[in-house]
C-alpha cells in the first residue's frame, strides 16, 4: 500500500498554461466534462474514454483517459494509451512521466526507468522525471538509489513539497519514521503542500504509537466524515506487522523517533 501511495503522489497532472498547440503535436485545451471529473472511476472512464476518441492528440484526454483507466485497475490499456502518446510526443514530461507510473503499476518496473531517463535531458534534468524515477526505485525496493535521485531533485526544485513528500514516504517504507517525520513536516510547511501529504505525515507520526496526535492532525485538515475514514485506515496500518519496525512479519512496538 505504501509503495502505491508513493507512485501515486510523484508527478501532478498537466501543469502550466494551455495553448491550443505545442510543439510536440499534441493539442491542449479544457475537454473534460463534468463526468469526466466524477469521483466514479467507470463514470469518469467513459467519459474520457469519449473525449480521447474524438481526439487522441489531446493532451487533456491521454492523460485523463490513462488515469482513468488506471484507477479502474486497467493497466494494460493505459500503457497502451500512454505508449501511442509518446510517438507523437517523445519528450513530453507529462506524458513521458505517466506512461513510467502506468508501467511501473503493471510491474514493468525496468522498461518504465527507461521511459523516464530517456524523456529526461542529462545537461537541465526536470525534477518531476528524477522524483519519478526515485519512486520507482522505490517501488524496486532500490531505496539508497531512490534517495540518490530525490536528493537529485531537490537540488533542481529546492523545497518542492511533492520530493520531500515521497522522500518521506520512502523513508515510511523503510520504517525510518523519524527522517520521514522530518522530510514530510518540511513539505507541509511549503503553501502548496496538500491534504494528501499532510495525511501521509499524520500516518507517520502514528506509526510511532502517537496516534492521539495523528487523529487530531487529520480533524483539523479534513470534513468530518473523510477523517474518520482516514483514522479507521491509519489505525489498521499503524496496529499492522510493520508498524514502527519497517520489516514485515516482525511485531511492533511503539517508540518515538530519535
Known sequence: LLAVIAIALTVSGCTGARTANNAN?????SIASGSARSADPVTAAHAWSQAYERNPRDKEAILGYAQALRSNNQLAQAVEVLSRATLTAPRDFDIASAYGKALAANGQFDQALKVIRAANSPTSPDWRLTSAEAAIHDQMGNHTQARAAYS???RIAPGEPM???????????????????AALKQATAHPRADERIRANLALVIALTGRMAEAEALLRRDL?????EANIVLIRGLASGPTATTGVPGKPATARSPS
Not at 503535436?25 to 485545451?29: E, I, N, P
Not at 470534513?223 to 477523517?227: E, F, L, S
Open 25 to 29: 503535436g499534441l493539442t491542449t485545451g
Open 152 to 154: 537529485t531533485a531537490l
Open 163 to 181: 520530493v520531500l513528500n515521497n522522500l518521506g514516504l520512502s523513508y515510511m517504507l523503510t520504517g525510518e519514521y523519524a527522517q520521514a517525520e
Open 223 to 227: 470534513p468530518a466524515d473523510r477523517a
